[in-house]
């Protein structure tokens, strides 16, 4: 007869009570776990995050309260948790995870990590501690109403890096001032313009119509003496946009004329970008306001935040907004200058509705407060009880790990609605590693396309290596045969190396760099591809992750073969027995999970088109590579499964 320990067989429970496990995060995902994790009957856990608690954070990360503001997340939730379960121990650390103190050693003391963290950066680097630490790793996330949890173990699941997820984007500022064509180029138009009205003025965040750009332009010849042009004042005084506001004293009419009819109506005149565009419409204060309408007036149903105004409610919201700042900057003094905070109502407000006139403008559909919010503070939303959903599964998923059944684990995907299935929460047996992935592959190459006469060294380090491929303190040498030091994470050891270009190297096409990470255990084989042909603002490209993609070697492999992330001792090859398929618009689901699928002998899995969510940190949509598993005909019925995402 089994033996139980509450609702656990007493094997269970006792390996609970004894292992340590890590939580990196305290915020939405990392209360709700905290408490889960002492309620089930972990006895030993440690807890770390490096912010403070706010104000709003009061609203769904229940283990804290008003008299916690400002205080560290960590160490509260911990203090919180421990009401539950006053006989656990629990470590908190106020620090970052990203800390080089918390290197492969210390994560090798836990028997399992979880994450409940909100920036891809911090889990890029989770990711590699736990391959190197070759240690378990329950990976989670949360937008709005969606919700994923994950499994990842090296040598048996894709890591969290292995499916090419979309990078922050940058965008022209010609597109931003000029020719906008989706809201998040108006949302970051919008704050722009107020750092541009009420924080510090930055002359790369200007928001008045860009006459430089060359797409106004049929002739090289025109566009350079408009560039020359704008860059003299002739006999023209040229005014920031902050002295012009403050010379208005920040009338909100004066400034929603300037900004939303003057400045378009010059658009305009700038005929030759609308030649295959939808022109802009120009709005007129007096206009509007004679034109508004009693029920423009009338309060919509349901969320505030997710309501989305008519054009009358978005100018009256921008008057508000910018009668309030305008009295926020007098009360500081001279020369005082606001910073934007997504939690700050009046500028959240401001942002809303100027990014909404701007979208109305360009014939764009606005955009709720939530959206703008979500979009414009470049944050997952957070929804208390999809937090709560997740961090259940966390917990699941970690008993099945914890009871040497890690097969069985698998994808959770939380559906804002019934699929037509019924079913909110979809299981996906777990992918194995790509055989392409720059991270836990047998051998991480990449093949980076760049201009070696005009990248500087400082570049390469912290645009490619640090921001492209999550690195915290690399060490680069050229394989050049002598071992040249490019990079090193020594301070000022090649400090003299960063304003240099990589051509005063001898870094050519088909050079080949040795970027490690001694604190990730993490070595990457970067091929250089030289091209003079980037597209304007684009600084380099990730030409493909597979090795048959790059440049012949220059130099004897016998060494390079020999590296292993996580284990250099001893490499051992990605255990996919083929390449993936192109990404595509395609999630698999499992059709057998739903009745309790044998762990290891899945149904094979038929595939449907899903439709893609917008990524929650960038905007963009994610994809989901098609799984090239066609051995048998799956049913039917599993092409009424939907809604899926991988959420970051």
Known sequence: MVQLVGSLRKELADSLSSSTVLVVGAGGIGCELLKNLVLTGFKNIEVIDLDTIDVSNLNRQFLFQKKHVGKSKAQVAKESALQFCPSANITAYHDSIMNPDYNVEFFRKFVLVMNALDNRAARNHVNRMCLAADIPLIESGTAGYLGQVSV??????????????????????????????????????????????????????????????????????????????????????R??????????????????????????????????????????????????????????????????????????GYCQLFQHSVETLRTQLKD?????????????????????????????????????????????????????TTNAVIAGLIVLEGLKILSGEIESCRSIFLNKCPNLRK???????????????YVCASRPEVTVKLNVNKTVVLALQDRILKERFGMVAPDVQIEDGKGTILISSEEGETEAN???????????????????????????????????????????????????????PQTNQEEVNSITNGNKDSAQPSTSSKAPSDDDDVMI??????????SSSAAPATTGTKRKHPDAETGETSTKRLRTDHSSTAAADDDDDDDIIALD
């Open 239 to 312: 005014v920031s946009t902050k002295d012009w506001a403050r010379s208005k004293e920040y009338d909100p009419v004066k400034l929603f004329n300037k900004l939303f009819k003057d400045d378009i109506m010059y658009l305009l005149t700038m005929d030759k970008l609308w030649k295959k565009r939808k022109a802009p419409a120009p709005l007129d204060w007096q206009q509007l306001k004679n034109g508004a309408r009693p029920q423009e007036e009338t309060p919509a149903t349901g969320l505030k935040d997710q309501q989305v105004l008519g054009i009358w």
């Open 589 to 598: 689901v499992d059709s057998d999970e739903e009745e309790g699928a044998s």
């Open 152 to 237: 990842i173990k090296k040598g048996m699941t894709e890591c969290y890096e292995c499916q090419p997820k979309p990078t922050q984007k940058t965008f022209p500022g010609c597109t931003i001032r000029n020719t906008p064509s989706e809201p998040i180029h108006c949302i970051v138009w919008a704050k722009y313009l107020f750092n541009q009205l009420f924080g510090e003025e930055d002359a790369d965040q200007e928001v008045s119509p860009d006459t430089a750009d060359p797409e106004a332009s049929w002739n090289p010849e025109d566009t350079a003496a408009r560039a020359m042009a704008s860059e003299k004042d002739g006999d023209v005084k």
């Open 332 to 384: 500081k003094g001279d020369n005082a200058e606001l910073v934007w905070d997504k939690d700050d109502p009046p500028a959240m407000d401001f942002v809303t509705a100027a990014a909404n006139l701007r979208m109305h403008i360009f014939s764009m559909n606005m955009k709720s407060r939530f959206d703008v919010k979500s979009m414009a503070g470049n944050i997952i939303p957070a929804i208390a």
């Open 423 to 437: 079913k909110l929460l979809v299981p996906c047996i777990l992918d194995p590693p790509s055989a392409n992935c």
């Open 498 to 552: 960063n304003e240099k270009f990589l051509s005063d190297f001898g870094i050519r096409n088909g050079s080949r760099l040795q970027a490690d990470d001694f604190l990730q255990d993490y070595t990457l084989l970067v091929n250089v591809l030289h091209t003079e042909e980037l597209e304007r603002d684009v600084e380099f490209e990730v030409v493909g992750e597979a090795p048959d993609k790059a440049p012949p």
